[in-house]
């Protein structure tokens, strides 16, 4: 199993472009997320998915979309690129929800450098 | 506020030493606490869970130990190796999707 890959690696934006960041799972995973990491401070939620057809906004989720066509993808678009944008982000998919003892299975992460 | 709090920040040891790390949570209700080791460039991996009627648990030299009265944890490394060189980040979580995540305490493993 690849588990969780994420593509790019790492992007440079001009302000007011728009990307999208993939995600994808081959765990069959009902649920997947979408976190950004700043520097000294926790992951933040941005939006998750509890299987396809279904997302909702986690903690974060101005100025990002997303959508859950099949169990194994979760891509995140960002339509207007701010430099407050520029952040690590992260996929992660877990079996059922991560408020319970299921372990989250994170990706490696995407670079977004705003500018 | 749902607050995550680790430390310290930022530590130093020799390969081979243990070392203790903290964190202190205000997140309610309780569900399970979370322990996920990240390197350099990659994403967090877990170490343990442990609910609330868990006070300790081991995985390999890592052991986690949490006090659900006092709301905090410590994960203790034993024997400490330069491949424990990360970030270790303490993830507390409510019932359904929350998770809080901790800013996480950077450990540098020096030979």
């Known amino acids: 199993n690849a588990g969780v890959t994420q593509t790019p690696k790492f992007r440079i934006l001009k302000i007011g472009q728009s990307m999208t960041l993939q995600c994808t799972q081959d765990m069959n995973h009902n649920y997947m997320y979408w976190y950004r990491q700043d520097p000294g401070m926790g992951l933040k939620l941005i939006y998750y998915s509890v299987g396809a057809g279904i997302t909702d906004k986690g903690e974060v989720p101005n100025g990002y979309n997303v959508s859950r066509s099949t169990t194994e993808d979760f891509p995140l678009r960002l339509e207007l690129a701010a430099p407050s944008q520029t952040s690590v982000y992260f996929c992660?998919?877990?079996?059922?929800?991560?408020?319970?003892?299921?372990?989250?299975?994170f990706g490696p992460g995407t670079r977004l450098l705003v500018l | 506020k749902n607050q995550v709090e680790q430390s310290p920040q930022s530590l130093i040891i020799l390969e081979g030493k243990n070392c203790t790390l903290q964190c202190n949570y205000t997140v309610s209700p309780f569900s399970n606490l979370r322990w996920y080791k990240q390197d350099t460039g990659r994403g967090p991996v877990s170490l343990t869970i442990?609910?609330?009627?868990?006070n300790t648990k081991s995985n390999g030299r890592y052991t986690a130990t949490l006090d659900a009265d006092t709301k905090q944890s410590s994960l203790h490394i034993t024997a400490s190796q330069l491949s424990d060189s990360a970030s270790y980040i303490c993830?507390?979580?409510?019932?359904?999707?929350?998770?809080?995540f901790g800013a996480g305490t950077i450990l540098r493993v020096k030979s």
């Open positions: 993830v507390v979580s409510s019932y359904g999707n929350k998770l809080v």
């Open positions: 442990m609910t609330f009627s868990e």
């Open positions: 992660a998919s877990s079996y059922s929800r991560a408020g319970g003892k299921e372990t989250q299975y």
